[in-house]
């Protein structure tokens, strides 16, 4: 573990972790249907959970993990893709990040909700050493209920992962 020690830091409220990412879908992006692949989606979150990550622990971060996805809707060539992020919470060297993906018809002025997922990043220094992260403040009645809902979530990571090592251990 590094001597930085991040939880010594002055805890930061979520707000100054809120970010916000827009992409237009090329055909690059897509199946021959026109429709975004999965994948592709997968690492637009990973990039939007990251940055939120940076910003609440002012470092670089791994990907330790992406909970549970799913996929609500089809999202096609030309579409507008806004992905919004924050930090949920901090643990002591990892944070559990929230993007919820968005298309927006800018057209008719709509939204529509097509995903969402969870994912825990690790800060890490140059060398790739751990350190703490400053604790959130949760302001809002939402981010309060979503700062719970992930100390449960934790659990279920942890208890989830060991009954994993333990299968492998078996295998
Ligand atoms: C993630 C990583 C840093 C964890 O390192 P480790 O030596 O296993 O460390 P530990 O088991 O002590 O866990 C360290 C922290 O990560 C968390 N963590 C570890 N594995 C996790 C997982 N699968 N999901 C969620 N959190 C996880 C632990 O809860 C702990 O959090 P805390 O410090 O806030 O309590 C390490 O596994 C790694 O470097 N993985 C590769 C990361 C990477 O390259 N990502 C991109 C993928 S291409």
């Not at 590094?2 to 970010?19: I, T």
């Not at 549970?68 to 806004?82: K, W």
């Not at 690790?122 to 604790?135: I, K, L, N």
């Not at 009645?141 to 700062?147: H, Q, S, V």
Request: proline letters at 4%; a neutral charge.
């Amino acid at each position: 573990m590094n001597s930085h020690d991040g939880h010594s830091a002055k805890p930061r409220p979520v707000r100054e972790s809120q970010s916000q990412m827009a992409e237009v879908v090329l055909p690059n992006d897509a199946n021959p249907l026109g429709n975004l692949l999965g994948g592709r989606l997968m690492h637009m979150i990973d990039i939007a959970g990251a940055l939120s990550a940076h910003r609440h622990s002012h470092s670089h971060v791994v990907t330790a993990s992406m909970d549970h996805i799913d996929f609500l809707l089809p999202v096609h060539i030309g579409d507008l893709l806004i992905l919004k992020s924050s930090v949920n919470r901090a643990f002591h060297t990892s944070m559990e990040v929230g993007v919820k993906c968005w298309v927006e018809n800018y057209i008719a002025g709509t939204t529509r909700h097509v995903a969402s997922a969870y994912l825990t990043f690790v800060a890490v220094d140059q060398h790739g050493r751990r350190h703490a992260v400053p604790e959130v403040i949760p302001e809002s009645e939402e981010e309060k209920r979503r700062y719970e809902d992930a100390g449960r979530r934790r659990d279920l990571r942890k208890q989830e992962l060991e009954r994993r090592k333990a299968g492998n251990q078996i295998g």
